[in-house]
């Protein structure tokens, strides 16, 4: 599809000015067709969740509180991704980050791909080689990477489904230690990979999961599972403050 017509005038391959096309028009209009499309399927889910609600014993004030905790229990995670975003909105622009990195895929995954496309043309994201044409191989990299994420979803989990339930079958309790499991193993691959860069990496390495394993203590001992919901955007915020006053010493 030939979208050259729809790019602003000032669009030039050889151009450092990636704002003036990852803002353009046509972007806006591809990221609020995704918007659209997901607050569509929002409240199909809340519906059918309605319906099957009654089957369940499930009261509507019980189902108006689970929204409502689900809301709620959404806004920590969202801090560390707003956080993140904000810092990329000159990189990559608005539209690009409100639907790759606000919200399809993860942080890491985006900047990683967006970062590799950018070195296989010999650039840097954000430095003085990365022109219009590399930005636009880095959002397709982007875009591609996250398009197969869904398509391998969609294939995959009817056969790892049969796989939990042959697991299951065998030792109920190894469903419920190799998830656990499998998310600390690549957060920790994603940290500890940016360890040798600098003390300062460590720093923060180390505030955040000590600030993060505190408040999770504290959450068991007092019984508040809302620590729990706030204690990603809490550790984000503080491990940011200690690495700051770190790099003043």
């Keep these: 599809m030939n979208i050259s017509y729809q ?13 003036a096309i990852a803002n ?19 409240v199909i889910y809340m519906k059918a969740a ?12 019980e189902l108006k509180t689970s929204f409502r905790a689900g ?9 560390a ?29 985006e900047t990683a791909a967006a970062a590799i496309a950018a070195k296989t043309a010999g650039a840097e994201l954000g430095g003085p080689t990365y022109t ?7 959002l397709a990299a982007m875009s591609l990477g996250g398009a197969m994420w869904m398509i391998a979803t969609l294939v995959l989990t009817p056969l790892l489904k049969k796989g939990d339930s042959a697991l299951r079958k065998v030792n109920p309790a190894i469903m419920m230690v190799v998830p656990g499991a499998a998310m600390v193993a690549a957060f920790m691959v994603l940290g500890i990979g940016e360890l040798p860069k600098s003390w300062i990496h460590v720093v923060a390495f180390l505030s955040s999961a000590g600030i993060m394993a505190i408040l999770m203590v504290i959450a068991n001992k007092v019984k508040r599972p809302w620590i729990k919901e706030w204690a990603l955007g809490i550790a984000i915020i503080l491990s940011l403050a200690i690495t700051y006053f770190a790099t003043r010493l």
């Design 81 to 109: 991704v707003v956080m993140v975003a904000v810092a990329l909105l000159t990189i990559f622009g608005t539209p690009a980050v409100l639907v790759r990195i606000g919200l399809i895929g993860s942080v890491s995954y």
């Design 7 to 19: 790019l602003p005038m000032a669009a030039d391959s050889n151009s450092t000015d990636i704002l």
């Design 24 to 42: 353009s028009p046509f972007l806006w209009v591809c990221a609020i067709g995704v918007f659209l499309v997901i607050v569509v399927q929002s």
């Design 50 to 61: 309605s319906k099957a609600a009654p089957h369940i014993g499930m009261t509507p004030q």
């Design 71 to 79: 809301a709620i229990s959404a806004i920590g995670p969202s801090l």
């Design 132 to 138: 219009q044409a590399v930005f636009g191989l880095a």
